[in-house]
C-alpha cells in the first residue's frame, strides 16, 4: 500500500510521533507500505516556518529533505491534473495545500494518512 502523508502527519512524524494515530502508526511501520508527500507539502511546510508559524530546527530546505531521507519518504511530482481537480473539488475545505493533497490522493488512488475529517468528506481512503 502507498501512504500519503498529510502535511501536519509529516511533521508529525518527524518531530512528535505521539501524535500520531495508532492505525497511521502501524500502516507507518509496515516494512510493506511505501511513504509518498506531496509537493504541496513541502510548499506548505515552508510557507509556515517562514511566517514564523512553524519553528524548526533548521531551515526548511535542509530539515524536510532530512526527514525525507530518515524517514524514507518519496515526494509526488506535482501534475497539473492533481491541480486541476483540486479547483474542481466541492468547497468542504478551504485550505488550498488540503485541497491539491486531497486531489492528490484521489488521483493516484492513495491511502491518505491525516486526522482531518474533510479529507473523508472528498472520498479519500483516509487512515488514521
Known amino acids: 500500500m502507498t501512504l ?10 518527524a518531530s512528535a ?3 500520531l494515530g495508532a492505525k497511521a502508526v502501524k500502516a507507518l ?9 506531496s509537493l504541496a507539502s513541502v510548499w506548505e511546510v ?4 517562514r511566517t514564523g508559524k512553524l519553528p524548526l530546527p533548521s531551515q526548511p530546505e535542509v530539515w524536510i529533505e532530512e526527514q525525507l531521507r530518515l524517514q ?14 483540486s479547483g474542481s ?10 485541497r491539491v ?5 484521489l488521483h493516484r488512488d492513495l491511502r491518505l ?16
Open 29 to 37: 511501520d509496515d516494512p510493506a507500505n511505501d511513504r509518498v508527500l
Open 101 to 105: 493533497i486531497a486531489a492528490e490522493a
Open 46 to 49: 515552508t510557507l509556515k516556518h
Open 113 to 128: 494518512l491525516s486526522p482531518d475529517e474533510p479529507f473523508s468528506k472528498y472520498g479519500c481512503a483516509v487512515l488514521w
Open 4 to 13: 500519503l502523508l498529510d502535511t501536519c502527519a509529516f511533521i508529525w512524524l
Open 89 to 98: 473539488l466541492p468547497p468542504i475545505h478551504k485550505d488550498p495545500f488540503d
Open 72 to 85: 524514507d519518504i518519496e515526494v509526488l511530482p506535482l501534475q497539473r491534473v492533481v491541480l486541476y481537480r
Open 17 to 19: 510521533p505521539e501524535l
